[in-house]
């Protein structure tokens, strides 16, 4: 079962969820709309830089998809994470995945949250997470987004990106205790998966 607008916001007031930063113009019939922030991150041995005097990136390089880019799941890969003008915003470009985040921390212990693109954001091409926006009870953080685009296209921190919707469960809940949780879910966050192999 899917809580309806009305429901989220009511279960809001009861602090059943939470959502923060939390504007009631953004509840739709079944979904709640969340913004993008602010950062976005890439792996390191997957880009290439090079010289662009106009980029006005903190080191003045622009990059691109490195051939023959590889990660291995059993090893721990470097991000490098920078910051996006709110005026510039972020050019998307084919071949790069991009972790970005949600601008908003969630957190309910009562349902489950379902993450979802919004159609306005696919129609430009953006897929806005590409498998992971399964949410267990308990999760508290900023969600990250496996950004990928079909072709180049800017995006701004604090806009609409994606939605998240809220089922309610059924027998006993155990609460999440994973790798992606409060202080490890700020921000856009890399993959855990190597630890499952220690």
Known sequence: MILTGPEILKQVKA?????????????????YDLALGDQVAVYTNCIECYERPKVTFEDGREFVAKPGCSLDSKQEASVRTFQVDSKNGWLLKPGLLYLMHTAE????????????????IARLGIVAHLTAGFGDPAFNGQYTLEVTAV?????????KFCQIRFHKMEGE????????TGEAAMGPVGSRSWKQFG
């Open 15 to 31: 602090k059943k969820i939470h959502i923060s930063p939390f504007d009631k113009q953004r509840v739709n019939p079944a979904s």
């Open 105 to 120: 921390v969630i957190s309910t212990d009562c349902y489950v949250p379902i993450l979802d693109g919004k159609s306005s």
């Open 151 to 159: 072709h180049p296209v800017r995006v701004y921190p604090g806009m």
């Open 173 to 180: 809940v155990q609460l999440y205790k994973g790798n992606y």
